[in-house]
């Protein structure tokens, strides 16, 4: 287990719902395809027990459509949000990369990225690792 190969398969839950374009799990330099999503580490904690490491990841997942009409924009955007969660609730081991992962916060409204205005969702993914390591005594 590692945090690249978890981000490898937010990305490629993510990139299995259906109407998903492109699911990155590298921050590329440009958006070229919509709707588009794009992961990458937020924040982590570190816990030890005997014989074990457990990390805490806190990963961002932003999925984006096109603003160039808001109505229709919304309209695109809205019903990934259950299309989101029941994909990542289907599958919290995200193929066997972590111990756990939910999806814990999410928000709605502009994101830009590249400084080009785009519509979507920001959620926030805690996915739990769980490794055997020795300390040194």
């Not at 590298?26 to 014989?51: K, Y």
């Not at 830009?112 to 519509?119: E, M, N, T, V």
Request: net charge negative; with cysteine.
């Amino acid at each position: 287990m590692s945090l690249e190969n978890i981000l490898t398969q937010v990305a490629t839950v993510a990139g299995s719902i259906q109407g998903i374009k492109k699911s990155h799990n590298l921050t590329p330099e440009s958006i070229a395809e919509l709707p588009n999503v794009i992961c990458f580490p937020s924040a982590g904690d570190v816990d030890r027990a005997p014989s074990q490491r457990i990390t805490k990841h806190k990963i961002k997942m932003q999925f984006r459509v096109s603003r160039a009409n808001l109505p229709s924009a919304e309209k695109e955007a809205r019903p990934y949000l259950a299309k989101v969660l029941d994909k990542f609730d289907q599958n919290v081991k995200l193929n066997g990369s972590c111990e756990n992962s939910a999806i814990t916060h999410y928000e709605y409204g502009a994101l830009d990225f590249a400084g080009s205005p785009y519509l979507g969702w920001s959620f926030d993914i805690l996915v739990t690792e769980q490794e055997s390591v020795e300390f040194d005594a």
